[in-house]
């Protein structure tokens, strides 16, 4: 296992359209969480699962966001009607335990125009 | 709920010197644990160490040391021998003791860019 991989890298879409982006975890890690980061900030938490649970959510993260990790792997990401304020880099992250840190991907990095 | 203080926007220093970087942090909480990550650029980021607040020892891996004060809820990185692949952000990080149970999710400070010096 080669660490949290996320797809894609770049994306490039217009205002109004719906963006989906995958997290793929270390396979051992049963925690996944995102978070959004803007330029020139630090990353902000979007949302956490344990397992196929979600179990929280930030208050930065619209009706127009959901997230979803079936089976407990793998996880999704989707923004529907994007606008520019979306634009920033989306980060996964996983861990086994949460006090031991996380370990990132290396995000996507969303461009609405 | 908790905050993030990093007061040094950029610093620059010699390759070979000693920089510290701060952090200062707010919270309510007794236990919790504290993080400094690197992000270099368009690179992922990469935890460099961690301090659980219940050990007064400063934790330290390699030439990254921890100055952490709880009371003053102060937690400081030194890099020492600093090389030029330090260079990156460096993001202080703050998270809860979840013990089991809840969201353990991640404060993040705005970060400090390290610029290491040929």
């Known amino acids: 296992d080669t660490g949290v991989s996320q797809d894609p890298r770049h994306k490039i879409t217009k205002r109004g359209q719906n963006v989906t982006f995958r997290c793929d975890p270390i396979s051992e890690h049963n925690r996944l969480y995102w978070y959004r980061q803007t330029l020139g900030q630090g990353p902000e938490f979007l949302t956490y699962?344990?397992?196929?649970?979600?179990?929280?959510k930030s208050r930065l993260l619209s009706d127009r966001f959901s997230a979803e990790r079936p089976k407990g792997s793998f996880s999704t990401l989707e923004i529907q009607r994007t606008e520019q304020g979306d634009s920033a880099m989306y980060l996964c992250?996983?861990?086994?335990?949460?006090?031991?840190?996380?370990?990132f991907g290396s995000g996507t990095r969303l461009t609405v125009v | 709920a908790q905050t993030v203080t990093q007061s040094q926007p950029e610093m620059s220093v010699q390759e070979a010197e000693t920089v510290t970087l701060s952090c200062t942090y707010d919270?309510?909480?007794?236990?919790?644990?504290l993080f400094w990550y690197k992000q270099p650029p368009s690179r992922q980021m990469i935890l460099v160490i961690r301090?659980?607040?219940?050990?007064?020892q400063n934790a330290t891996e390699n030439r990254f040391s921890v100055n952490f004060q709880k009371a003053a809820k102060s937690f400081s990185l030194k890099i020492s021998d600093s090389q030029l692949g330090d260079t990156a952000m460096y993001f202080c990080a703050f998270m809860k003791s979840a013990g089991g149970g809840g969201a353990d999710g991640l404060t993040f400070g705005k970060g400090t860019h390290l610029i290491i010096q040929p």
């Open positions: 301090q659980e607040a219940y050990k007064q």
């Open positions: 919270t309510s909480e007794s236990n919790y644990y």
């Open positions: 699962f344990q397992n196929e649970a979600q179990l929280e």
């Open positions: 992250a996983s861990s086994f335990q949460g006090g031991r840190g996380y370990t």
